[in-house]
């Protein structure tokens, strides 16, 4: 059974689109996470939800918005997609500290 | 806030030699420190960490690290590469950002390239 999984795995679209990047884990874990990783492989934290509450919101544009309808759920609207949201999307999930995140397999969006 | 640097973006090795990749990090508290492996097109597996216990870690496949507190270092080393460790490896501070809820904080990642 795959513990974080993604959907879609490939996401190409045009400029000005809205998409979604649906996360599920079963892992029974209460803390998930978006992370973006850009072209030269940075990674870097965007929102971190624990129990459904969003706790981490690290200056991501508000055209991203997160939506978690229960703990084993994340997922990551996009509004107005811009060239520059092309990237690799994780999802990740956590129990208590210290963490590990286990992370998904990843969504790579091509905005066009 | 959390930082990690990792020196060398890319390290090319011989199959059978020695792997190091170089991490250090700045922490006002004391740290978690992770490494992950990522495989190409893959997400990103958890290879160890360091949680305040020993402080030489070991992990999967033969690797591990060590956490030096007064050189701020947590080095990752294998003594034999096998080609299979051909991969991005990222050293991540964690950061408590209240509650139950930690941060990572990456390093720009480091690729391992393994020669026949």
């Known amino acids: 059974d795959t513990a974080v999984s993604q959907t879609p795995k490939y996401l190409v679209t045009q400029m000005g689109n809205d998409k979604s990047i649906k996360c599920e884990q079963n892992?029974?874990?209460?803390?998930m996470y978006w992370y973006k990783q850009d072209s030269k492989k940075f990674l870097k934290i965007m929102f971190s939800y624990n129990n459904k509450e969003l706790i981490i919101n690290e200056t991501v544009p508000n055209r991203f918005s997160p939506k978690s309808p229960d703990k084993a759920h994340l997922n990551l609207h996009i509004n107005s997609l811009e060239l520059g949201d092309s990237a690799v999307y994780f999802c990740a999930s956590s129990q208590e500290a210290p963490e590990t995140q286990y992370f998904g397999p990843g969504t790579r969006l091509l905005v066009l | 806030a959390q930082s990690v640097t990792q020196l060398g973006s890319h390290v090319s090795v011989s199959e059978g030699a020695l792997v190091l990749l170089r991490c250090n990090y700045s922490?006002?508290?004391?740290?978690?420190l992770f490494w992950y492996v990522q495989y190409p097109n893959q997400g990103l597996q958890l290879l160890l960490k360091y949680t305040s216990a020993a402080t030489l870690v070991k992990g999967i496949n033969g690797f591990e690290a060590e956490f030096k507190k007064s050189e701020t270092s947590f080095h990752l080393t294998k003594p034999s590469a096998h080609m299979s460790d051909a991969a991005e490896y990222f050293c991540a501070v964690s950061d408590h950002s209240g509650g139950s809820n930690y941060k990572l904080t990456f390093g720009k990642g480091t690729l391992l390239t393994v020669n026949p």
């Open positions: 922490s006002s508290v004391p740290p978690y």
């Open positions: 892992l029974g874990h209460d803390t």
